[in-house]
């Protein structure tokens, strides 16, 4: 779709805060994008939304047989391997390396199934569903996405660790983040790891943010060389570094979220990095600044749904993180 741009404000101010509320839709001149399905967004049982619906889609370890795991050891010779697999972790697994996990596996938590200590690694794998885990006190990365293709992290509650919550690298692709609460940390989402990495991430590093509860201080996400990257639908509460960076020629399409108290909600460039394109449209922010925007962001390829960006807080409230879902 080609568009002209258009931009309509809707502002209250109070005493004492530049921007109280506001309500901002842009469609950038030459963008084609896909049109949006407006109405409540929900969970669908082992079907994802968005970029891990491509390629072949993301169906993990599919009808094979549950095997429960309750230690480091055990869930690291279940998640080895190609063998389609379904991993359920209950209790809490203490660890302090990264915990590998191979192609077509899905790991979930049982109710209140807790990761402390270090995280999971998808490398050079495939097809792989994490979903209803809580991380904690990692000392490297919770999850970490490297060479890999077809992910879907959804539903996990991630706090106080190290480095990134969820950091995607090194040409992954086709991945889809959704439904995860982030809190108390700094560094959150990461995609695309380095400036000097274009000739590997250049056409890759395509992945879908929507409905996640972010409220790291920084990186959500910081995105080099990705286009188009989705961002949707997610709330953002007083992240004091910014939300949204889009660097490095990446395309990043910031539409449906709500940002509440986020004095810099979306911006191109970041630190020594160059700036990258970014298109915000239909963003509900309350007392938050404006955001920077410019450029081009290639075409979404496929059909979503969005909720009404004022509604975005308490639908996701309602729904992020794990123990909202019963996989």
């Given at each position: 779709?080609?568009?002209?741009?258009?931009?309509?404000?809707?502002?209250?101010?109070?005493?004492?805060?530049?921007?109280?509320?506001?309500?901002?839709?842009?469609?950038?001149?030459?963008?084609?994008?896909?049109?949006?399905?407006?109405?409540?967004?929900?969970?669908?049982?082992?079907?994802?939304?968005?970029?891990?619906?491509?390629?072949?889609?993301?169906?993990?370890?599919?009808?094979?047989?549950?095997?429960?795991?309750?230690s480091a050891s055990a869930l690291v010779?279940?998640?080895?391997?190609?063998?389609?697999?379904?991993?359920?972790?209950?209790?809490?697994?203490?660890?302090?390396?990264?915990?590998?996990?191979?192609?077509?596996?899905?790991?979930?938590?049982?109710?209140?199934?807790?990761?402390?200590?270090?995280?999971?690694?998808?490398?050079?794998?495939?097809?792989?569903?994490?979903?209803?885990?809580?991380?904690?006190?990692?000392?490297?990365?919770?999850?970490?996405?490297?060479?890999?293709?077809?992910?879907?992290?959804?539903?996990?509650?991630?706090?106080?660790?190290?480095?990134?919550?969820?950091?995607?690298?090194?040409?992954?692709?086709?991945?889809?983040?959704?439904?995860?609460?982030?809190?108390?940390?700094?560094?959150?989402?990461?995609?695309?790891?380095?400036?000097?990495?274009?000739?590997?991430?250049?056409?890759?590093?395509?992945?879908?943010?929507?409905?996640?509860?972010?409220?790291?201080?920084?990186?959500?996400?910081?995105?080099?060389?990705?286009?188009?990257?989705?961002?949707?639908?997610?709330?953002?509460?007083?992240?004091?570094?910014?939300?949204?960076?889009?660097?490095?020629?990446?395309?990043?399409?910031?539409?449906?979220?709500?940002?509440?108290?986020?004095?810099?909600?979306?911006?191109?460039?970041?630190?020594?990095?160059?700036?990258?394109?970014?298109?915000?449209?239909?963003?509900?922010?309350?007392?938050?600044?404006?955001?920077?925007?410019?450029?081009?962001?290639?075409?979404?390829?496929?059909?979503?749904?969005?909720?009404?960006?004022?509604?975005?807080?308490?639908?996701?409230?309602?729904?992020?993180?794990?123990?909202?879902?019963?996989?």
């Amino acid at each position: 779709m080609t568009g002209t741009t258009r931009v309509h404000a809707r502002w209250r101010t109070a005493l004492g805060s530049a921007v109280a509320a506001v309500t901002v839709a842009a469609v950038m001149p030459s963008m084609a994008y896909a049109v949006p399905v407006q109405g409540a967004a929900r969970l669908v049982a082992g079907q994802p939304t968005g970029w891990a619906t491509q390629g072949g889609g993301t169906t993990g370890g599919g009808g094979a047989s549950a095997t429960t795991v309750t230690s480091a050891s055990a869930l690291v010779t279940a998640a080895a391997g190609t063998n389609p697999a379904v991993i359920r972790v209950s209790g809490t697994i203490s660890c302090s390396d990264m915990l590998r996990v191979g192609s077509n596996k899905t790991i979930l938590g049982n109710p209140g199934a807790t990761i402390a200590g270090c995280g999971l690694h998808v490398r050079r794998a495939s097809n792989v569903i994490i979903q209803n885990l809580t991380f904690r006190g990692w000392n490297d990365d919770a999850i970490s996405i490297e060479e890999s293709t077809r992910v879907w992290i959804d539903h996990n509650t991630l706090s106080n660790g190290y480095d990134g919550a969820i950091d995607i690298k090194r040409a992954s692709d086709y991945v889809t983040v959704s439904w995860n609460h982030i809190f108390n940390h700094d560094k959150a989402m990461l995609l695309g790891h380095s400036d000097n990495n274009a000739a590997q991430d250049t056409g890759h590093l395509r992945v879908t943010y929507h409905h996640n509860r972010l409220e790291g201080a920084q990186r959500n996400p910081r995105v080099r060389f990705g286009n188009p990257v989705h961002v949707y639908n997610n709330y953002y509460n007083a992240n004091s570094g910014y939300g949204v960076a889009s660097t490095e020629n990446a395309g990043v399409l910031v539409e449906g979220n709500f940002f509440e108290n986020v004095p810099d909600p979306f911006h191109r460039g970041e630190g020594s990095s160059d700036p990258g394109n970014l298109v915000a449209r239909g963003n509900h922010l309350v007392g938050s600044g404006a955001g920077d925007q410019g450029g081009s962001v290639a075409a979404i390829p496929y059909s979503y749904s969005m909720d009404s960006a004022a509604g975005v807080k308490s639908v996701v409230i309602a729904g992020a993180g794990a123990g909202k879902i019963n996989p």
